[in-house]
């Protein structure tokens, strides 16, 4: 019987802490129950509700980036719906933006790995296997167009994740990433594709961290997906610095461009996504350099679902030095002359060291997540962005304090510059969260999410050694939990189960939502929501000086 004001929610919570205490029930087998009721109840109620993100056409035409028309005819032939929601008419219906999204990036993509495309990466590729230092990695990746070569190592990155999930499982401060068996399963792991690290090619990927290594010694890429990464990496970064293995990166550039013309970067970023589209895999190492240079690929796997969701401890969107790399911010704050590359650098600035030599917050390929991704007007969708008040004020102040007296206005301002220019993006829906205690352990190692996929950033130093993150394929998470229906331990599947859902977007999706409705989430500016420069820059304004205060 509910007394007084007591909620329904605390008589709950009461009655469960009662059935445990008096030990009615054991507590694990209680904890248990609540959380799969809680997910059966969240499931149902997901799946009736109205979206969260609906806005008119009008609006939903500026935010995407299509016509007024498109969204009207797409509501008229039943490709998206229209809604009602509670204090609306029924003469002026909304619109899902992500539902709009979806249904422009169906309409503006070609075919995946169309036979024009595909032609044309075979071309990139005959013109690098012509060099003798890169022959063999063009020759990996050509043999991935024809035959699948990566689904035999599936069961060993079943095993993996299943061990970072059972790992995860704990409480608290028994909440780990990995046993000592998953991280030694982690390590074990072979790359589908290796690379020699004594030839010129190995000792510049290497350099450039673009290599995942085995705990036998070998090196390489895990995807041919990754080793396409590998070579766009060479090219760009690879080619501002001096020497032997910078010449093997300058001629990976010149055959790309004799292939595609000034166009080649963005080229080779369509190659990427349609060849990840045509060999998935259950999970890929990435070292920080290809998390960073991925970034691309992953959006627009997102955008078949209208919505992604990044959760940063340290943004580049407000911290320069994350956004630009080391290399590149030095040019910036010594006034050096700006090439016209988002990446490229001077010789001066390249002294500061190769990646391997830099931590990875600082990594010159760092700027290919925001410049190539980010920031991309041909990717459509809504990207929900987090971060930690508390750690982005720390680093912010710390930085500058670093810096001479003369330069600590211009940092500010180039970090006041950045923001501003995320909040007049419609795409961006940022959010805070202002107390460390609320960035929970999932929160940070959720790199990035979307219903097709899941980015998960290590943290702990010994599997950090082997992986800077791993991408995990959301559509084989249910294997995680069937090959363990073979084991005796009922009391693992269940919890595997549970714990399974936490990497699943829709579980994502809904703890976000339930934050921001909690208050344990500030929403600085709404997904979709176009504002002025004045209002971007009062945003703005409002949080550097929050935080420099």
Same mark, same amino acid.
């Given at each position: 019987m509910i007394q007084g004001d007591e909620s329904i929610s605390i008589a709950l919570e009461r009655l469960a802490l009662t059935l445990g205490e008096s030990g009615a029930m054991p507590v694990p087998e209680l904890v248990r129950a609540l959380e799969r009721a809680a997910e059966r109840l969240r499931t149902r109620w997901v799946a009736d509700e109205i979206p969260s993100d609906l806005v008119s056409q009008a609006e939903a035409s500026r935010a995407v980036g299509v016509s007024r028309q498109a969204v009207n005819q797409w509501v008229r032939s039943n490709v998206i719906r229209s809604y009602v929601p509670n204090g609306s008419t029924p003469h002026r219906p909304q619109v899902s933006l992500a539902e709009v999204a979806i249904a422009a990036n169906r309409r503006s993509r070609e075919v995946p790995f169309s036979p024009a495309r595909r032609r044309e990466l075979r071309d990139f590729l005959d013109e690098v296997q012509n060099s003798d230092s890169t022959a063999a990695i063009a020759a990996a990746i050509r043999n991935a167009l024809v035959e699948d070569v990566d689904r035999s190592h599936s069961p060993e990155h079943i095993g993996v994740l299943r061990e970072f999930v059972k790992a995860s499982m704990g409480v608290?401060?028994?909440?780990? !990433?990995?046993?000592?068996?998953?991280?030694?399963?982690?390590?074990?792991?072979? +790359? #589908?594709? !290796?690379?020699? #690290?004594?030839? /010129?090619?190995?000792?510049?990927?290497?350099? /450039?961290?673009?290599?995942v290594r085995s705990s036998d010694g070998t090196a390489g890429f895990d995807s041919p997906t990754t080793a396409l990464l590998g070579l766009l990496g060479a090219a760009t970064v690879g080619g501002q610095y001096i020497g032997d293995e910078s010449d093997v990166g300058r001629s990976i550039a010149g055959a790309a461009f004799r292939v595609w013309g000034s166009d080649w970067v963005d080229r080779l970023y369509d190659a990427v996504f349609h060849l990840g589209e045509a060999t998935p895999l259950p999970l890929t190492r990435y070292t920080a350099s290809l998390t960073y240079l991925d970034n691309n690929r992953f959006l627009r796997k997102a955008q078949a679902s209208g919505v992604s969701i990044s959760y940063f401890r340290q943004p580049g969107l407000i911290l320069p030095q994350r956004y630009y790399g080391a290399p590149k911010f030095h040019d910036i704050l010594a006034d050096a002359r700006q090439h016209k590359d988002p990446w490229a650098f001077t010789p001066r600035a390249a002294q500061l060291g190769w990646p391997s030599d830099l931590d990875s917050s600082v990594n010159p390929f760092r700027v290919f997540n925001y410049e190539f991704g980010y920031?991309?007007?041909?990717? =459509?969708?809504?990207?929900?962005?987090?971060?930690?008040?508390?750690?982005?004020? #720390?680093?912010? /102040?710390?930085?500058?304090?670093?810096?001479?007296?003369?330069?600590?206005? !211009?940092?500010?301002?180039?970090?006041?510059?950045?923001?501003v220019r995320a909040l007049l993006q419609p795409t961006t829906e940022l959010t805070?969260?202002?107390?460390?205690?609320?960035?929970? %352990? %999932?929160?940070? =190692?959720?790199?990035?999410?979307? +219903?097709?996929?899941?980015?998960?950033? /290590?943290?702990d130093e010994r599997a950090r050694a082997v992986a800077h993150a791993l991408l995990v394929s959301t559509g084989s998470l249910h294997r995680v939990v069937a090959d363990s229906e073979t084991g005796d331990d009922a009391t693992l599947r269940d919890r595997l189960r549970i714990y399974v859902k936490n990497l699943e977007f829709e579980v994502i999706d809904a703890r976000y939502r339930d934050d921001l409705d909690r208050g344990r989430t500030r929403m600085i500016k709404t997904g979709g929501q176009s504002i002025t420069e004045t209002e971007a820059r009062a945003l703005a304004n409002h949080e550097i000086r929050a935080m420099r205060s």
């Amino acid at each position: 019987m509910i007394q007084g004001d007591e909620s329904i929610s605390i008589a709950l919570e009461r009655l469960a802490l009662t059935l445990g205490e008096s030990g009615a029930m054991p507590v694990p087998e209680l904890v248990r129950a609540l959380e799969r009721a809680a997910e059966r109840l969240r499931t149902r109620w997901v799946a009736d509700e109205i979206p969260s993100d609906l806005v008119s056409q009008a609006e939903a035409s500026r935010a995407v980036g299509v016509s007024r028309q498109a969204v009207n005819q797409w509501v008229r032939s039943n490709v998206i719906r229209s809604y009602v929601p509670n204090g609306s008419t029924p003469h002026r219906p909304q619109v899902s933006l992500a539902e709009v999204a979806i249904a422009a990036n169906r309409r503006s993509r070609e075919v995946p790995f169309s036979p024009a495309r595909r032609r044309e990466l075979r071309d990139f590729l005959d013109e690098v296997q012509n060099s003798d230092s890169t022959a063999a990695i063009a020759a990996a990746i050509r043999n991935a167009l024809v035959e699948d070569v990566d689904r035999s190592h599936s069961p060993e990155h079943i095993g993996v994740l299943r061990e970072f999930v059972k790992a995860s499982m704990g409480v608290g401060d028994d909440q780990r !990433e990995f046993t000592a068996d998953g991280l030694q399963l982690l390590s074990k792991l072979k +790359p #589908t594709i !290796e690379v020699d #690290t004594e030839s /010129l090619f190995g000792r510049l990927t290497s350099s /450039l961290r673009l290599l995942v290594r085995s705990s036998d010694g070998t090196a390489g890429f895990d995807s041919p997906t990754t080793a396409l990464l590998g070579l766009l990496g060479a090219a760009t970064v690879g080619g501002q610095y001096i020497g032997d293995e910078s010449d093997v990166g300058r001629s990976i550039a010149g055959a790309a461009f004799r292939v595609w013309g000034s166009d080649w970067v963005d080229r080779l970023y369509d190659a990427v996504f349609h060849l990840g589209e045509a060999t998935p895999l259950p999970l890929t190492r990435y070292t920080a350099s290809l998390t960073y240079l991925d970034n691309n690929r992953f959006l627009r796997k997102a955008q078949a679902s209208g919505v992604s969701i990044s959760y940063f401890r340290q943004p580049g969107l407000i911290l320069p030095q994350r956004y630009y790399g080391a290399p590149k911010f030095h040019d910036i704050l010594a006034d050096a002359r700006q090439h016209k590359d988002p990446w490229a650098f001077t010789p001066r600035a390249a002294q500061l060291g190769w990646p391997s030599d830099l931590d990875s917050s600082v990594n010159p390929f760092r700027v290919f997540n925001y410049e190539f991704g980010y920031f991309d007007p041909s990717i =459509h969708g809504i990207r929900r962005y987090c971060y930690s008040t508390e750690d982005v004020r #720390t680093e912010l /102040l710390s930085y500058a304090a670093r810096l001479p007296a003369t330069k600590r206005e !211009e940092y500010f301002q180039r970090s006041f510059d950045n923001l501003v220019r995320a909040l007049l993006q419609p795409t961006t829906e940022l959010t805070a969260i202002d107390s460390s205690t609320d960035f929970d %352990w %999932w929160k940070d =190692h959720l790199i990035r999410s979307s +219903p097709r996929e899941v980015m998960l950033g /290590l943290r702990d130093e010994r599997a950090r050694a082997v992986a800077h993150a791993l991408l995990v394929s959301t559509g084989s998470l249910h294997r995680v939990v069937a090959d363990s229906e073979t084991g005796d331990d009922a009391t693992l599947r269940d919890r595997l189960r549970i714990y399974v859902k936490n990497l699943e977007f829709e579980v994502i999706d809904a703890r976000y939502r339930d934050d921001l409705d909690r208050g344990r989430t500030r929403m600085i500016k709404t997904g979709g929501q176009s504002i002025t420069e004045t209002e971007a820059r009062a945003l703005a304004n409002h949080e550097i000086r929050a935080m420099r205060s």
